[in-house]
C-alpha cells in the first residue's frame, strides 16, 4: 500500500496551491443593485465628488459664521431669516451681512453662508416652527443663542469622497454599503468577475441518491450537497456530476468531463486507501501539473488530495461528511475566492468561548474539534461534540469548529478559545 | 418642536418589538438541496437510524474479536479469511470461529463478526493487497498482531443518530451540514418557513434614483440598495417601493400599498425632524398599534422609529445611510428572523482586536464606530474611521463596527475590543 507522502501543514498546502492559481476568471457586467457578494474586476474611482454640494447636517438656518461670533443666551446675536432653501433644489437664496436662511438637513447651503445654526441654538420671536412645506412671512428675526465656527453644520463637497478617488480596489467582495457608496455615486453597473463553476462528484459503489431508499451496506450522498452549499457560501456555481462509481474509466471520463465545463472540480477521494489511490491516479492523468500533495496535517481530513490540472483547482476530498466539510472549507473555500481575483480573503466569523472540558491532540497537527456554544456565566461556552468524523450530526450539532493549533499538544477545560463559527 | 419620547435602549426597545410579533409566516415546502439558510416551519426526526447498519471505519478485516484476544507481534493470531463484502452490498459473509473478512472504509459488517482489524496491524503470507476490485484465492491465512475489543473499528447502528430522535428543531437555520444531515436520512424535500417579504420606500423631495444625474440639491437613494442588501442576507426578499416625496397623503398612500403586500415595511423617517413628524403619523394611520417608539439609545442612529401595523413590524430609518444601516441591522434583521419564527439568532461574526486610539461617548449610549482591521504584531488592529453619520464611505472603509457599551463613557487605545463584521 503507498505511503502517504507530501503531508504538508494546511497554510503551507494552501500557499502551494495558491502558486499554480495565477490566472482570475474573466469578468461580466452587472447591475450593481445585484452585485452583492459579487468581486469587483477592476478598481473603481469616484467619478464626481461626494457631497456634489455643501449640505446642512442640522435642521436650523444658514448663516455667516462671523455674523454669530459673540452670541450667548445673555447676549443673542440678531438675524434676520430671509428666505428657505427647499429641500432638493438649489440654494437661490443669497445671504447679505446679518441674514440668514431656513436650511432643512441634507438640505444645500446657500454660497454666500459658511455654515448652520442649529435650530435648538435660536429663538423666534413670533414661534416660527419649521416645517415640510414651509410657509413663512420673510423677514422674521431671530435669536442665535450661541455663536458657530466657519464650516460648522456643513458638509463639505468631497467631504464623503473627493473627485477620482479610488473607491473600492480590484479583487474587493462587495457588500451592501459598498453597493450604496458605488450608487450615491451614480455608477449603476459594475464589472464584476465571473462567478467559479465549481463541479462536483460523488464517488462509490455504496453511495446512492438521497431520495432512493439504502439497502443494506448503501448509504446516501451527502457530500455532494454539503459541498454545494459551501460552494455557494463562497460565491461559487455548483454543478453536481452525480454519482460515480469505483471504476477507474468510469471516474475518468465523468471527471475530464465535468472538469472541462467547470473552473474547479471536487472529487471524493474515498474512505478506502484503494479508492483514494485511484483517485490520485485520476487527477494525475486530467492534465498538468496534476497532484499537488497527499497528504494534509490536520485532523479531520489528513488524507486529502489537492491538485491543479491547467489552471484549474482539483480537490479529492475524504469521504467522511465532517473531514469533506472541514477539508473544502480549509481548501475549496479558499480557492474560490482566489479564482475571482480576491486578495483579503473575508474574515472568518469568529467567537471566544471558554473549553467545559480538556481536548487532546498532537503537536504538529492542526485539529478542527466540532463544538457546541451556550452562554455561560463569564462569557460563551464551548462544548465539544465528540464523535468519529464519519458523523455528519457531530456537525449537525455544532455551533463552530474550535481550532487546536499546529504546535499544541492539546487545550485545557477553562482556556479561552477561537470557535469558527460553521 | 415634538419631544423625542420613549427613548429605549436597544434591548428594550428590540424586546419592546417582539412582544408585538406574535405570529410566524406560513410554511411552504422545497427540496431539501435549496433550503440552505432557510428556517425550519417544524421539528424534524429521524425516519430511520443512521447508519442503517453496522459500518467499517477502517480497511482491513472483519473479526469476531474474541478470537484476537492476547495477539501481538511476537505472537499474532492466525485467522482465516474466508472472503469479502463489496463496497455498497450487503455483508453476506458467515464467519466461523478463527475466520475472517475483508472489508472496506464505510462497508457492511458481516453478522457473525464484532471488530474489525485495521489492515495495518496484520500481515499475510502471501502480500495480499486489498484493491477496489479485489480478487483473492479464499481461503487465505493472515497474522494478527493486535488484538481488537468488541465494536473496534465499528461504526454502531444508530451512532450518528437514532430512529426517532429529533434531529433539528422549528425555526432552525439550515447551514449546509444541516441539508447535509437531512439527506443522509433520505429527507429530500422540507417544510421551510416562507421568506419575509420586505418592503422598502425611500423618502424626501432631494431624493433623486441612483441613474438620474444629480441636479444641485439632490442626492442619489442609497438607503433603498443598502437596507435590501442587509434584507436578502437575513434570508428576507426585498420589495423596492421606489422614492416618496415629502408629502403626506401620497406617502401615506404608498405605504398602505405596499405594506399591503409585504409582512414589513421599512421607510426613510428622513433626516429633518418635520419629516420625521411626518413619518410618524403616517404609521400611526397604517394601524394598530402603530409607533412603539420614538427614538433608541444608539449611536449613530437615535431618532429610529419603530412600530407595528396589524403584526407587522414597520420601521422608519434615519436618513442618513451609516445610521440607517447600523439601525436596520438592530432592529430590521431581528425582525426578519424574528417573522421566521428563529428562536436562536445566528451569533453574529465578531473579532477580538486591539484599539489603536481612544474613542469618546457617553454613559446610557450604545454606540457604534466602524473600524477598519489590520493585522498588529499581537493580533488584530482595530482602527476608528470617524466620519459623520452622513458619510457612506465611513462604512465602506470600514470591515465592521466596534461596539461601545451603554454604560462606559469611552474606550482606550490598547484596550481589546469586539468589531461586529459589517
Redesign the interface.
Same mark, same amino acid.
Given at each position: 500500500?503507498p505511503e502517504f507522502f507530501n503531508v504538508l501543514p494546511p497554510d503551507e498546502a494552501r500557499e502551494l496551491l495558491f502558486q499554480h492559481l495565477t490566472a482570475v476568471l474573466p469578468s461580466k457586467t452587472v447591475p450593481?443593485?445585484e452585485a452583492?457578494g459579487r468581486v469587483l474586476a477592476t478598481a473603481v474611482t469616484a467619478p464626481h465628488a461626494?457631497? #456634489?454640494?455643501r449640505?446642512s447636517?442640522m $435642521?436650523g438656518y444658514a448663516v455667516r459664521a462671523a455674523n454669530t461670533f459673540g452670541a450667548s443666551e445673555s447676549l443673542p446675536a440678531f438675524l434676520q431669516v430671509v428666505g428657505e432653501?427647499?429641500?432638493?433644489?438649489?440654494?437661490k437664496v443669497t445671504l447679505g451681512t446679518g441674514q440668514a436662511a431656513i436650511v432643512?438637513?441634507?438640505?444645500?447651503i446657500p454660497e454666500t453662508a459658511d455654515a448652520v445654526v442649529q435650530?435648538e441654538q435660536t429663538q423666534t420671536v413670533s414661534g416660527v416652527?419649521?416645517? !415640510?412645506s414651509g410657509n413663512y412671512a420673510y423677514p422674521f428675526e431671530i435669536e442665535v443663542l450661541k455663536s458657530v465656527a466657519v464650516g460648522q453644520n456643513v %458638509?463639505q463637497v468631497g &467631504? $464623503?469622497?473627493p473627485l477620482g478617488a479610488e /473607491? %473600492?480596489p480590484q479583487g474587493h467582495i462587495l457588500?451592501?454599503?459598498?453597493?450604496?457608496?458605488l450608487?450615491?455615486?451614480?455608477?449603476?453597473s459594475i464589472d464584476v468577475v465571473r462567478r467559479p463553476r465549481v463541479g462536483i462528484l460523488a464517488t462509490?459503489? &455504496?453511495?446512492i441518491a438521497? @431520495?432512493?431508499?439504502?439497502?443494506?451496506?448503501? /448509504?446516501?450522498?451527502?457530500?455532494s450537497?454539503?459541498?454545494?452549499?459551501?460552494v &455557494? #457560501?463562497a460565491g461559487g456555481v455548483p454543478i453536481l456530476g452525480g454519482i460515480i462509481p $469505483? &471504476?477507474f474509466a468510469t471516474l475518468e471520463t465523468a471527471a475530464a468531463n465535468l472538469l472541462a465545463e467547470t473552473d474547479m472540480l471536487v472529487m471524493s477521494a474515498? =474512505? =478506502? !486507501? =484503494? !479508492?483514494r489511490d485511484?483517485t490520485v491516479q485520476v487527477i494525475d492523468r486530467l492534465g498538468s501539473p496534476g497532484v499537488l500533495l497527499h497528504g494534509v496535517a490536520t485532523r479531520p481530513g489528513k488524507p486529502t488530495i489537492v491538485g491543479v490540472v491547467e489552471g484549474k483547482p482539483v480537490l479529492g476530498l475524504p469521504?467522511n461528511?465532517v473531514s469533506a466539510?472541514v477539508q473544502f472549507d480549509m481548501f475549496g473555500v479558499p480557492a474560490i475566492y482566489h479564482l475571482q481575483g480576491v486578495k483579503k480573503m473575508?474574515?472568518?466569523?469568529?467567537?471566544?468561548a471558554q473549553l467545559s472540558q480538556n481536548i487532546a491532540s498532537e503537536t504538529g497537527r492542526e485539529d478542527y474539534v466540532p463544538a457546541r456554544?451556550a452562554d455561560g456565566p463569564e462569557g460563551l461556552l464551548a462544548t465539544p461534540v465528540f464523535? @468519529?468524523s464519519? %458523523?455528519?450530526?457531530t456537525?449537525?450539532n455544532? $455551533?463552530g469548529l474550535i481550532k487546536v493549533p499546529l504546535n499544541k499538544g492539546g487545550l485545557l477545560a477553562g482556556d479561552w478559545v477561537e470557535v469558527r463559527?460553521?
Amino acid at each position: 500500500m503507498p505511503e502517504f507522502f507530501n503531508v504538508l501543514p494546511p497554510d503551507e498546502a494552501r500557499e502551494l496551491l495558491f502558486q499554480h492559481l495565477t490566472a482570475v476568471l474573466p469578468s461580466k457586467t452587472v447591475p450593481t443593485p445585484e452585485a452583492n457578494g459579487r468581486v469587483l474586476a477592476t478598481a473603481v474611482t469616484a467619478p464626481h465628488a461626494l457631497p #456634489q454640494f455643501r449640505r446642512s447636517t442640522m $435642521d436650523g438656518y444658514a448663516v455667516r459664521a462671523a455674523n454669530t461670533f459673540g452670541a450667548s443666551e445673555s447676549l443673542p446675536a440678531f438675524l434676520q431669516v430671509v428666505g428657505e432653501v427647499p429641500m432638493g433644489q438649489p440654494a437661490k437664496v443669497t445671504l447679505g451681512t446679518g441674514q440668514a436662511a431656513i436650511v432643512h438637513t441634507g438640505g444645500m447651503i446657500p454660497e454666500t453662508a459658511d455654515a448652520v445654526v442649529q435650530i435648538e441654538q435660536t429663538q423666534t420671536v413670533s414661534g416660527v416652527q419649521l416645517s !415640510v412645506s414651509g410657509n413663512y412671512a420673510y423677514p422674521f428675526e431671530i435669536e442665535v443663542l450661541k455663536s458657530v465656527a466657519v464650516g460648522q453644520n456643513v %458638509l463639505q463637497v468631497g &467631504e $464623503d469622497v473627493p473627485l477620482g478617488a479610488e /473607491i %473600492l480596489p480590484q479583487g474587493h467582495i462587495l457588500r451592501p454599503q459598498d453597493l450604496g457608496g458605488l450608487l450615491a455615486l451614480g455608477i449603476v453597473s459594475i464589472d464584476v468577475v465571473r462567478r467559479p463553476r465549481v463541479g462536483i462528484l460523488a464517488t462509490g459503489d &455504496e453511495v446512492i441518491a438521497p @431520495k432512493e431508499t439504502a439497502a443494506p451496506g448503501q /448509504i446516501r450522498d451527502i457530500n455532494s450537497y454539503t459541498v454545494a452549499g459551501l460552494v &455557494e #457560501q463562497a460565491g461559487g456555481v455548483p454543478i453536481l456530476g452525480g454519482i460515480i462509481p $469505483d &471504476e477507474f474509466a468510469t471516474l475518468e471520463t465523468a471527471a475530464a468531463n465535468l472538469l472541462a465545463e467547470t473552473d474547479m472540480l471536487v472529487m471524493s477521494a474515498g =474512505s =478506502s !486507501v =484503494s !479508492v483514494r489511490d485511484m483517485t490520485v491516479q485520476v487527477i494525475d492523468r486530467l492534465g498538468s501539473p496534476g497532484v499537488l500533495l497527499h497528504g494534509v496535517a490536520t485532523r479531520p481530513g489528513k488524507p486529502t488530495i489537492v491538485g491543479v490540472v491547467e489552471g484549474k483547482p482539483v480537490l479529492g476530498l475524504p469521504g467522511n461528511p465532517v473531514s469533506a466539510m472541514v477539508q473544502f472549507d480549509m481548501f475549496g473555500v479558499p480557492a474560490i475566492y482566489h479564482l475571482q481575483g480576491v486578495k483579503k480573503m473575508p474574515r472568518r466569523g469568529l467567537v471566544w468561548a471558554q473549553l467545559s472540558q480538556n481536548i487532546a491532540s498532537e503537536t504538529g497537527r492542526e485539529d478542527y474539534v466540532p463544538a457546541r456554544l451556550a452562554d455561560g456565566p463569564e462569557g460563551l461556552l464551548a462544548t465539544p461534540v465528540f464523535g @468519529k468524523s464519519n %458523523l455528519i450530526y457531530t456537525l449537525v450539532n455544532a $455551533d463552530g469548529l474550535i481550532k487546536v493549533p499546529l504546535n499544541k499538544g492539546g487545550l485545557l477545560a477553562g482556556d479561552w478559545v477561537e470557535v469558527r463559527l460553521f
